[in-house]
């Protein structure tokens, strides 16, 4: 083809086009090339070496409508931050020279023809427009327009489809049919040798002598059922409680006069349950101590104890207002006051009864 006749074919192709003809140019001379889209213009990215064995990494910017200079310096900018050399290729509009910055390199669709020309890249000169080319659904081209043929070509390839799937399908077919027999024979062997039986009776054996030691018992006469003989916590008192030998019951108006005083005593109160309260990691009763003359309880201390050492199933074990309870435990000082409740001495609680219990 005449250098005169690529000019012409370069100078009517689209902005995809030239930048195809740019990426076949640069990997024509050994480099890995990719391309980028920003709107309508192209980059297209080239790294190879160069003769003396350099690393060479190119940016060409194929321009659709123009570059103003400013365009031109960003683009060289960013170039140099990036230490890439840029190239820009103008094949319609061309570029003033007076727009054009200092170290970047210009072609037009003249200087692309000479380089395509000299790496023996040459453009497809097809006399079928870009209107009148038929392209398949990824927009290859598709040769010929003849409709009965296209249909034969279609017709194959359904054919061609439906056999590969039929040996794909075959193939999974074939692999779980071995992985089937395999198994079962593996289970044939195994009854069939003694050998085998007891080998794996041995692994077994080895097993359970490593696993702890678990004695479960059932009575069909009792409903709940506890699991690995482990006690209930009792309805009556928290598990695990320690009561201190030496709890005394604190006169409540001394022991509010003076908390501080008796931090760190260990006491014992009886008293109503006066409000339940849970958070995140502890649990706290509020408790009526003070006992009037007409039987009723007054004044309150605040019992509370982490979630967990107290009461091994908390669901076996709800505390309900107005309920009688003993509490033992260690004098702390007192909660903090808020806006809606007054600070009551804190007993670090170490074990609960009900009444009777």
């Known amino acids: 083809m005449r250098e005169g006749s690529i000019h012409e074919v370069i100078s009517n192709a689209s902005a995809v086009d030239v930048a195809s003809l740019v990426q076949r140019l640069w990997e024509e001379r050994g480099y890995e090339t990719t391309l980028t889209f920003s709107g309508p213009d192209i980059h297209v990215e080239a790294v190879g070496e160069t003769d003396e064995g350099a690393t060479r990494t190119v940016r060409t910017w194929v321009d659709a409508d123009g570059a103003t200079e400013r365009q031109l310096r960003v683009f060289v900018n960013a170039c140099d931050r990036d230490e890439v050399e840029p190239h820009v290729v103008a094949a319609k509009t061309g570029l003033n020279s007076g ?107 080895d097993l ?5 030691r678990m004695d479960v018992s059932f ?33 409540y108006h001394e022991l509010v006069a003076d908390t501080a005083a008796f931090s760190g005593d260990a006491v014992r109160y009886e008293g109503t349950v006066d409000s339940v309260k849970e958070r995140e990691e502890t649990f706290q009763i509020d408790l009526l101590v003070a006992e009037t ?26 505390l309900l207002e107005n309920e009688t309870v003993t509490v033992w435990g260690v004098v702390r000082g007192k909660t903090r006051a808020t806006r809606y409740e007054r600070a009551l001495p804190l007993i670090e609680t170490l074990d609960i009864t009900r009444t009777g219990g």
């Open 99 to 205: 727009v054009i910055p200092p170290g970047i390199a210009t072609f037009d669709a003249s200087g692309l023809a000479v380089e395509l020309r000299e790496a023996g890249v040459e453009p497809e000169d097809d006399e079928t427009t870009e209107e009148e080319q038929e392209t398949d659904w990824l927009g290859e081209p598709v040769d010929g327009s003849d409709g009965d043929d296209a249909d034969d070509d279609e017709e194959e390839t359904e054919e061609i489809d439906r056999r590969e799937a039929v040996k794909t399908v075959a193939s999974y077919v074939l692999v779980s049919l071995g992985s089937y027999l395999a198994v079962e024979r593996l289970s044939d062997y195994v009854q069939s040798s003694p050998e085998a039986r007891a080998a794996i009776r041995r692994h077994m054996t």
């Open 208 to 212: 359970r002598g490593r696993l702890p």
């Open 219 to 251: 009575d069909p006469n009792v409903t709940n059922q506890t699991r690995m003989n482990e006690a209930v916590p009792s309805r009556q008192s928290a598990s695990g409680g320690d009561r201190p030998a030496n709890a005394t019951r604190i006169p």
């Open 293 to 318: 003359e007409a039987d009723e309880w007054t004044d309150a201390v605040a019992c509370r104890w982490e979630i967990g050492t107290l009461f091994d199933d908390s669901m076996s074990v709800r």
